[in-house]
């Protein structure tokens, strides 16, 4: 099992191609699979590290308060580790805040920056769909129900379209070994929760590029291309997706994030 001691926890990744490296990050209550539709292209041209937040998966969930810079500092910790001295970050949701963080804290580690379906501070709707979850949960409602609740909010109307492809979603995560406790859970939406990047957006001094999803509801498209006009050297792009665009348009999403990285 490959992983490193950093930031005080074992942190968890695995890498796949050769040549420049791009650190990608996940969302909430997701592991490094989520980058899975996305990592094959990507890896025909560049090194392709992946990882567990804090939290999930098989890097450690400490019995203690989580924060997005805390987590951008175990990233930071995880390009030591394997020696990348600097890396491209791209980070998805609550991947696209520490990303933000990571770019601000630590600016010498960061090459080029993309920010997928991101927000500077998430919204109460979005954190009322993620804590009726975790009431689900600790209700004891089994973690597949909990994902069929927040898919809409996850997925555009045109997945819903394909009830043959929302059916084999659906069961792909009930055949799924449990990632996270809801302990776990519930950290990593507080650590969402506390943060807000508004201020911080002028000091991002690295190359970004923004893609959001025409349809997502959890971060809104016309948010995030506010975000790209604060952003000093920032251009924008959106697909044709929900909130989990890299899951619903992987190929669009990953010409985007390597045409960028090549220009």
Known sequence: MPCIRGNGINIYYEEQGAGEPIVCMAGMAASHDSWTPARAELARHFRVVTFDNRGIGQTDAPDAPYSIDQMADDTAALIDALALHSAHIAGQSMGSGIAQSLAVRHPQRVRKLILCNPFTRISETALFVFRTNAHLLREGAPASLAFEVILPWLFSDAFFQDQTKVRATIELTRALPPQQTLQAFERQIDALAAFDS??????????????????????PADAARAMAQRIPHARFETVAAGHLSIVESPAVVSKLIADFLRD
């Not at 508004?198 to 971060?219: F, Q, R």
Request: no cysteine.
């Open 198 to 219: 508004e201020k911080m957006l002028k000091n991002i001094s690295a190359p970004t590029l923004i893609i959001a999803g025409a349809h997502d509801l959890m971060t």
